[in-house]
């Protein structure tokens, strides 16, 4: 009996796979060609193009993993006149609502509580405005911490003594609010 060589046997076997692999994919030479399908733009059928106004846009900004929502970037706050001016003007308001200890506590609440950012108005809503002891903003509020442009420390005289209200925001576009209303320390 006669052997084949190894080699030999290999390749032979190599060559009628990749024979049988093209016969499977390519038509026949003498098979007639096949039809291309064509789009009739004029044809009624379903729309190709997706409705723009059906879909929601990305989001700007980084998604949070553990929540998924969408931290938007935010403006960068700046010391200018206009973030002063604010500080000055929302500490006084602030007081000025405050200092209200003639009032019921819904009215006294539903006037302070836009005032304060959302811990502060945790805090204070169990105040009772009866135990408030200024009645009058006498003077014009002073900025006496501008450390941050985040954070900013406003006093304002009054007639219980001077005031300190400890303001906040979130960015360059949000407002100034409460997070502290305490009196001055003397001798501070």
């Known amino acids: ?12 076997t190599a060559a009628c796979l990749g024979a049988c692999s093209t016969a ?3 038509p026949p030479a003498d098979a007639p060609p096949t039809p291309v399908a064509t789009v009739d733009p004029s044809a009624s059928g379903p729309s190709i193009e997706p409705d723009l106004d059906s879909l929601i846009p990305a989001p700007l900004g980084a998604i949070d993993e553990d929540t998924g929502e969408t931290i938007a970037p935010r403006v960068v706050p700046t010391w200018d006149e206009e973030s002063r001016a604010g500080a000055l003007d929302a500490a006084t308001k ?5 200092a209200r200890p003639d009032l019921d506590f819904d009215a006294w609440w539903n006037e302070l509580e836009p005032h304060l950012e959302p811990q502060a108005a945790v805090d204070y809503a169990y105040v009772d405005p ?3 002891p200024v009645r009058d903003v006498q003077g ?3 900025l006496v911490d501008d450390t941050s442009a985040y954070v900013a420390v406003v006093e304002v005289p009054t007639d219980a003594g001077d005031y300190a209200v400890t303001l906040v925001r979130v960015d360059g576009e949000s407002p100034w609010l409460a997070s502290r209303i305490v009196p001055v320390e003397d001798g501070r």
């Open 130 to 132: 009866a135990n408030v």
């Open 94 to 98: 602030t007081l000025d609502d405050f």
């Open 140 to 142: 014009p509020a002073r």
């Open 1 to 12: 009996m006669r052997r084949i060589p190894a080699m030999l046997t290999l390749c032979a």
């Open 24 to 26: 499977a994919t390519e």
